[in-house]
């Protein structure tokens, strides 16, 4: 995709965007851009964050279930971003993490539980919110073939690690065999497009002025019948988003892919030294006011 903008994570200063949406996280899940999302949450500011679907991956289950505690600090920071009053945090269930329909129009812990989302931008664009899977007819009809596939992707992503130890050994890049399938997969079937197409009408219906998605792990943005298309990505395989500026412009996003993990560990232990900081400031001046 043209036109995509670069992230790189500044600690120092957080980034100040209007409105952040994100997607497609699967934590739960082995392999995933966790350390990257962490980075990333911690070194922005929002008025909106809005979570469109996929963020935790229910279809995982028994020993596939992967919870480091990468993860408790990422579901930390956005409780921390809710529950500070400072962002407005919209969490739109996908189907992979389906069970989080039936709270649907409930609150949790200053996060708002919506079945989709009808979003403002500064420039009074009204842009429809939802995951996306309520177009996918695979995901719709036939939900075992849908988990069932799933699994051929964890196991083609832990073949890949082999893979891409023998290229790193002869000096080429690495390279995602299951991101190439999935891909290859919506190509021939045109999901991507039907998809697109599905979720603009639906808008258009909605008399509004475009669509906002997640599902298909590809950051996307297409004009369809003069309507706005617009898709978040992933952090399984990438790490995107898309971002709402100060004006009302909306951008896609991607993190830098020249950070290597290293650095985002060094970022990750400078988050930890903060909070801990932070922490002990807080418990003497409750000591002091105690006294």
Not at 107 to 136: P, W, Y
Not at 166 to 191: H, P
Request: net charge neutral; proline share 2%.
């Amino acid at each position: 995709m043209k036109n995509v903008e670069i992230y790189t994570p500044d600690l120092d200063k957080r980034t100040y965007y209007r409105t952040v949406f994100i997607s497609d996280a699967h934590l739960g899940y082995r392999g995933v851009k966790a350390q990257e999302l962490y980075a990333f949450l911690n070194s922005i500011q929002c008025q909106r964050l809005l979570i469109v679907g996929d963020f935790i991956d229910t279809w995982v289950s028994g020993r596939s279930w992967y919870w480091p505690e990468i993860n408790d600090k990422i579901l930390h920071r956005v409780l921390e971003m809710a529950i500070e009053g400072d962002t407005e945090v919209i969490y739109i269930p996908g189907n992979h993490d389906d069970r989080f329909r039936r709270w649907v129009g409930t609150t949790f812990s200053g996060i708002r539980i919506e079945q989709d989302f009808v979003h403002t931008t500064l420039n009074g664009k009204k842009l429809l919110v939802m995951h996306g899977d309520e177009f996918d007819l695979v995901v719709r009809q036939h939900i075992r073939l849908s988990k069932f596939s799933h699994h051929i992707f964890g196991l083609l992503r832990k073949m890949n690690r082999i893979i891409n130890i023998l290229r790193k050994s002869i000096g080429k890049k690495s390279w995602s065999l299951s991101e190439w399938v999935r891909r290859s997969y919506q190509r021939m079937v045109r999901a991507r497009i039907r998809l697109a197409e599905a979720a603009i009408n639906e808008a258009k219906e909605r008399q509004l002025d475009g669509v906002i998605c997640g599902h298909i792990h590809r950051l996307e943005q297409l004009e369809i019948n003069g309507m706005e298309y617009w898709n978040t990505g992933d952090w399984m395989e990438d790490s995107t988003f898309i971002s709402e500026l100060i004006d009302g412009t909306l951008v896609p996003m991607r993190m830098n892919p020249l950070i290597d993990k290293k650095s985002f560990d060094f970022m990750i232990d400078r988050v930890e030294e903060f909070r801990e900081s932070r922490n002990k400031s807080y418990l003497q001046m409750s000591t002091q006011l105690e006294t």
